[in-house]
T-cell receptor, first 115, second 112 residues
Framework: GAVVSQHPSWVICKSGTSVKIECRSL??????MFWYRQFPKQSLMLMAT?????????EQGVEKDKFLINHASLTLSTLTVTSAHPEDSSFYIC???????????FGPGTRLTVL | QKEVEQNSGPLSVPEGAIASLNCTYS??????FFWYRQYSGKSPELIMS????GDKEDGRFTAQLNKASQYVSLLIRDSQPSDSATYLC????????????FGTGTRLTIIP
């Protein structure tokens, strides 16, 4: 399947700081990427859909000013958690698929811990 | 009614037996169906996709789709301890790289 990478794989930060998570499609171009969050022992929650060259679409209840998404190229989407708080501690995962394809592949995820 | 429903389990199956995982969906016009496996602490991994009614086999895995009954299942033959994971059913209303709707997952434990 298509390879999706994420960086960093884990990050610990202080409350009030901002953290940027990168999601890259390594061997294909991804016009659309999806960002999910997963709390321990809970199901995946879609946060937003990022589209290359346009504004992201956020799911209901997700603060767009807190979770900034940028999809500036066909291989890179970034999620920035601004002014992070302990309740933002979670597993953040991106997924995407080939344009014109049907299958979607997840990145390995980023575990964020906010102290 | 949830859009995609799965029995949360846990489902315990003896090693070597067949594990059967079920999923129902509410949107009758859904076109694409996927099974993901998620190990604890890891991200989901795509293991099967199915688009047409009937069975699709890949190694020890068989996906079954019945659009009339709005039902998709995953069978794992000769279950191994390494199959112990949470299995997520995902549905796409269309074909293509669009938003998936996930079930909450079924936790499967294979008992040695």
């Amino acid at each position: 399947g298509a390879v999706v990478s994420q960086h960093p794989s884990w990050v610990i930060c202080k409350s009030g700081t901002s953290v940027k998570i990168e999601c890259r499609s390594l061997d294909f171009q991804a016009t659309t990427m999806f960002w999910y969050r997963q709390f321990p022992k809970q199901s995946l929650m879609l946060m937003a859909t990022s589209n290359e060259g346009s504004k992201a679409t956020y799911e209901q209840g997700v603060e767009k000013d807190k979770f900034l998404i940028n999809h500036a190229s066909l291989t890179l989407s970034t999620l920035t958690v601004t002014s992070a708080h302990p309740e933002d501690s979670s597993f953040y995962i991106c997924n995407t698929g080939l344009a014109g394809g049907n299958e979607q592949f997840f990145g390995p995820g980023t575990r964020l811990t906010v102290l | 009614q949830k859009e995609v429903e799965q029995n949360s389990g846990p489902l315990s199956v003896p090693e070597g037996a067949i594990a059967s995982l079920n999923c129902t969906y509410s949107d009758r016009v859904s076109q694409s169906f996927f099974w993901y496996r998620q190990y604890s602490g890891k991200s989901p991994e795509l293991i099967m996709s199915i688009y047409s009614n009937g069975d699709k086999e890949d190694g020890r895995f068989t996906a079954q789709l019945n659009k009339a009954s709005q039902y998709v299942s995953l069978l794992i033959r000769d279950s191994q301890p390494s199959d112990s994971a949470t299995y997520l059913c995902a549905v796409n209303r269309n074909f293509g790289n669009e938003k998936l709707t996930f079930g909450t997952g079924t936790r499967l434990t294979i008992i040695p």
